[in-house]
């Protein structure tokens, strides 16, 4: 992360105004506006799309699907591969469309946090691949990848123990706040992205990166959570429009 | 990390049991460490290193000095680079080969708790802006693999990083000269990780292999010297709630503060 160059343009003075709304008019514990569209890929057998301020992102599944190499296949469940993966223009400088370090070990992180959430017992030797592609970017697509490749997991009709949501929390100029843009990301004091299932009240994903007091960090994981909650509400209203849209074209 | 299973399942159900009843097979409390020894100075040709024997898992640290461009966003500052390697010979799980997700992991972990803590005045690492600086290679090198390389790596890296000398130089004609004498490399924070295995629904610090190997998720806290948290992970296909992320949060802070008494007096 430290490697990737600033934003041109001019950085304004403040991030934060004193009535606490910040440079693109959000309140601390405000998310940006979100669009999320389910089964938007013909090919694949699950897909979500998301945009969330400048934030756009696609998710696709395939599977569960024969494992190639077959060595890997894991006897009693699915192997679930994850590729979280950055188009070359979706920053303001280049990226080699080679993975990065980062990009690897995202896609670690994000597996993890999606493999709680699915009933991989029940297809023992298969492996289910879940592909995230970032075309733009804009400061949390970790999270925002994560949201939408549960979707996509529920899409592709594979058995879930719950949606998973994601949202970062973090400290800008003394404040908490939440759902950090990239200028906000790099201007700030810290970084909390977290994935959270609602029902099990479980965490799936937790990073951090920063400086924060004891108090602070759980004042975020607090924040985050309930920004994962509005997260879920978006997840399950965009599952239930693909699902209406449907029914009225088989009429 | 990703494991096969390899221990026994009777001893797994051992493992999982007894710490749901507070208890460990290698008779620790739940927040208890491994015997802990260090050593410093152990690499002559490095300009610092550390090998750290965390119970039976061994982890050697290396820090080179050299120069070379700065990143183009922060001109004036020195380079920080961490880089891990799951040697074969540590354990039969290892391949030779680049970086996998897990040493590629180990080695963002380690490197966040030093970054953000700001553990290395890097502006002081600068020999001529947008130019020259001085880039410091942290190599973490896990010779024996027994479970908690996370914090076993941390502390070696800190001890290296403290027992770093650099060479000191002139600048002639744009050219780095190196002159007699050394000092020391400008460390004013002492981060510290704290690695958490959720066993049973209960967490445990320090896990050993076999925990690993049964655990369902874990979680690293990096605690600075101030006490405050300056890098979290969470790993492994298991999840936390919130109170158990709260808990460990505050054992983290206790325990931070034993092992940087024996990091910082080494």
Redesign the interface.
Known sequence: M?????EKGEKPEKLINKNNIRIDGRKLNELRPTKLEVGILSNADGSAYIEQGKNKILAAVYGPKELHPKHLALPDRALLHCRYHMAPFSVQERKSPAPS??E??L???IR?SL??SIFAEYYPRTSIDVFIEVLQADGGTRCAGITIASLALADAGIPMRDLVSACAAGKVEGHLLLDLTDTEDKAGEAD?PLAF?PN???????????????DE??QA??MA?EGCKQMSTLQKEALKAKYVVKEANEE | MNIPAMVVRVKQKRIAELISHGKRLDERGLDEYRDIQLEVGVIERAEGSARIRLGKTEVMVGVKIETGEPFPDVPNEGVLTVNAELVPLASPTFEAGPPDENSIELARIVDRGIRESKAITLEKLCITPQKKVFVVFVDIYVLNHDGNLIDASAMAALAALLNTKMFNYELKNDEVQIKPGYTQLPIVNHPVAVTFAKINDKIVVDPWLEEEQVMDARITITMDKDDKVCAVQKGGYGYFSKEQIFEAAKIAKKKSEELRKILVKS
């Open positions: 430290a490697k990737k160059s600033p370090r980062r690897i070990e896609s670690k992180v993890e493999e709680p909390l299932m099990f009240n479980a965490i799936t994903l937790l990073q951090m990166d920063g400086k924060l007091t004891p960090f759980e994981v607090n959570v």
